[in-house]
């Protein structure tokens, strides 16, 4: 395990975030627990091809999940860790370029999970392993939740879902998606707002609407958001080039097209934003925790989630 | 004004459902109220190319609307009329035939209302006309809603959205989508579980999630979800085939396959299909009108929404 914060990828910058996240970041004494049950989850719900890369999955969702919640129990790490196998192994398995590819298809897919999701009738007929597990999961979710937080995760659950649809739609087309759309799109699509709701659900606070609508709070909650696509897609890109052959459809590469294409430009100017981001959460989560209560829980639960992707971008997942 | 049950589109058999919805349908005292409405907010948010068009949305809405929801007070018909005209001119403008020619810029608009709706960080860059108005419409919901039915209407309208996306993916591949696929997707894309949705928001009753889960409840909801689709199917036919010179994807296009391509046979059978859910509808909704209370309630909105589309069906819109 690799409690680091600072990614070393060639020659290319990289933020440096050991002022905001210097880490060690805590980890809940559960990791090789949710490892072991991650690992028989894809047993029973085989969403990923090879052995060896549910093995690769199990291992950094459950150290992942370990730092992003490290106070949670047992059972709501698991179902926590569960959740974001399935989201990693649907868009692996139907997104990015095989969406692109081939839209329709991934358009179905996505239909069969809105439909386990809105719950209404019958499910669906024949379903996927991928609808399956989702049923597994929303069930269980259900029995944990309170009616505003299931649907509030739920609500994430399918932004992310047209998240991936966007994407697949624009990976060839990087010139038609302004920064702006970016920027409202990417943390659906590295499950960030999705995971932040889960949040709630398993540390058992709950903010009110009020709280909800605080600046800091919405200011915290949107920079992590930023922070953790950007650092995905810096600490990913090389591996992404590497696997599809083409660029990636990620922060770099847009501001590569302020920076006449270069690359190197485009990666220190995406740096500078990740510290900045990484700041911003930094100084909101000290004020947020100091007004204690579930304001405070709140802050806690972010940073966390906030440390738990500064942690992922090491992973070997990442390497080329 | 058409109170009827009944239509008349050549020679093709259509559904009679006067024993389950009968009518007259009782309207508002403001159908003419919300109808003067609905041409203004048009006027303020021009989701409609032209005046003429602008003017028949608005008397179907207004008139619809009122049968919607007959004892709803006059701002809440409004907002809710207002929720109605922004989903059909967004599925006119974007959707069906255009979406299906441009998927990409279909999902792009749709993002855009994604971003609006989850309602994190800063509002787009340069809405568009349909990005402005769905703001003010939610700004409106959410002071007249309790968290949990906000989160309720919002996860339905972003259902409609998939929806929207998920059928211009596949108009021109109906052998593609199976009958079980259709029926899941269908109720979105006629915006009938958004519309149910409001009910409990104008309506001033909420289910316990207990009352929600119980199975006369489901199984009226999902009556109503297939009756509304279906029979807009039906009554929409020949409009749909006279503008885009395609068959559209539809019930009696999907039955065909079962017989031959016979399309008389397959409107016969689809007619029998909506016969047999408006009775079922019937019969829940006297169950449920049975117990009182919220369930009561629940099974009146459920009862006028179901009519007002049995209304919808006659009105000129879809004529060809």
Known sequence: ???????????????????????????????????RHAAGWLRTFPLVGSE???????????????????????????????????????????????????????????????????????????????????????????????????????????????????EAHHLGAPDRVTLSDYRAMRPHTVFVRTLMATGEIVLGYELTESERSLEPVRELEGAVADLA????DLASYAKETADDGQAPLSLPVLLG???????????????????????????????LTARGGPLAAHAGALGSVASSYVWHIRHSRYRT
């Open 52 to 166: 060896r890369r549910s093995g690769a999955l199990a291992n950094i969702t459950g150290h992942g999940m370990a730092r992003t919640f490290p106070t949670a129990g047992r059972d709501d790490l698991f179902l926590c860790a569960d959740l974001f196998l399935w989201l990693t192994a649907f868009d692996d398995a139907h997104g990015e370029a095989t969406g692109a590819r081939d839209p329709a298809r991934l358009v179905r897919a996505v239909g069969e999970c809105v439909q386990v999701v809105a719950g209404h009738g019958e499910p669906p007929e024949s379903p996927s392993v991928f609808a399956t597990a989702l049923g597994d999961l929303l069930a269980r979710f259900r029995v944990r939740a309170a009616p505003a937080p299931y649907l509030r995760l739920t609500a994430h659950l399918r932004d992310t879902l047209f998240g991936i649809v966007w």
């Open 257 to 287: 097209r302020q920076h006449d294409g270069d690359l190197e430009e485009a990666f220190r100017a995406a740096s500078r934003m990740c510290e900045e981001r990484a700041a911003t959460a930094a100084a909101r989560i000290a004020e």
């Open 229 to 232: 696509g950007w650092i995905n």
């Open 1 to 35: 395990m690799n409690d680091a914060t600072r990614t070393d990828q060639g020659a290319l910058p990289m933020p440096d975030l050991r002022g905001s996240f210097p880490g060690p970041f805590p980890a809940s004494p559960y990791a090789d627990d949710i490892e």
